[in-house]
């Protein structure tokens, strides 16, 4: 069975800092990925996806995440933070062998420092 | 551009009620699904229908049902509410089962008392 762990519950970082936001999978096969974001109050929106091929993939907002199968890792990165980045992110995996189900993480909370 | 619809937005029920939280998507995705959200434990899967006529138990079904009316429409009852199923709602679709991404309502949040 597919699950993610994302082991950060809070972060706090200035803004201008650098972000990586860490994810875990679990999965037999090749999975696919994705991060989605949640601002406070509304529902979510998909940042980037994994399918294959290039491991560093590119998103909406200046989010990159690069997969890592050795580490079984999908951590999502950006150079440098904006205060409109404070919000929650998840990180989700699917399978291709239960072909619809998507399994999210617990999520991660970002709050961006003055 | 109405993607995911869900309604109500907010309901209160008493412990023992029913109720059917309704979910609509216009973008003829083949895919939908039921999530709920609770406050550390991020998003949780409940049901999901992989294509019109077929749905499947996800992660925590108990205490649920639904039904994949037509291509749209994907609704969520609670036979008889109990207050652990206090939560937030998340209705989301998906144009196939593969390489695509979920498209999320903006939620219902549902206390129960």
């Known amino acids: 069975a597919q699950s993610v762990t994302q082991p950060d519950i809070h972060i706090t970082v200035s803004e201008g800092a650098s972000l990586e936001l860490r994810c875990n999978y679990s999965?037999?096969?090749?999975?696919?990925l994705f991060w989605y974001v949640q601002s406070p109050g509304q529902g979510l929106q998909l940042l980037l996806k994994?399918?294959?091929?290039?491991?560093l993939v590119q998103g909406i907002k200046g989010f990159e995440a690069e997969f890592k199968r050795s580490q079984s890792s999908f951590n999502l990165r950006k150079p440098s933070v904006h205060w409109s980045d404070a919000a929650e992110y998840f990180c989700?995996?699917?399978?291709?062998?239960?072909?619809?189900?998507?399994?999210f993480g617990s999520g991660t909370r970002l709050s961006i420092r003055p | 551009n109405a993607g995911v619809t869900q309604t109500p937005k907010f309901q209160v029920l008493k412990t023992g009620q029913s109720m059917t939280l309704q979910c609509a998507q216009d973008?003829?995705?083949?895919?939908m699904y039921w999530y709920r959200q609770d406050p550390g434990m991020g998003l949780r899967l409940i049901y999901y229908?992989?294509?019109?006529?077929?749905?499947d138990k996800g992660e925590v079904p108990n205490g649920y049902n639904v039904s994949r009316l037509n291509k749209r429409e994907f609704s969520l009852r609670l036979e008889s509410a109990a207050p652990s199923q206090t939560s937030v709602y998340f209705c989301?679709?998906?144009?196939?089962?593969?390489?695509?991404?979920?498209?999320f309502g903006q939620g219902t949040r549902l206390t129960v008392v």
């Open positions: 989700a995996v699917g399978s291709y062998s239960s072909a619809s189900k998507i399994i």
């Open positions: 989301a679709s998906r144009e196939g089962p593969l390489n695509t991404e979920a498209f």
């Open positions: 994994y399918f294959s091929g290039d491991t």
């Open positions: 999965y037999g096969a090749t999975p696919y």
């Open positions: 973008m003829n995705h083949n895919s």
């Open positions: 229908s992989a294509s019109e006529g077929t749905t």
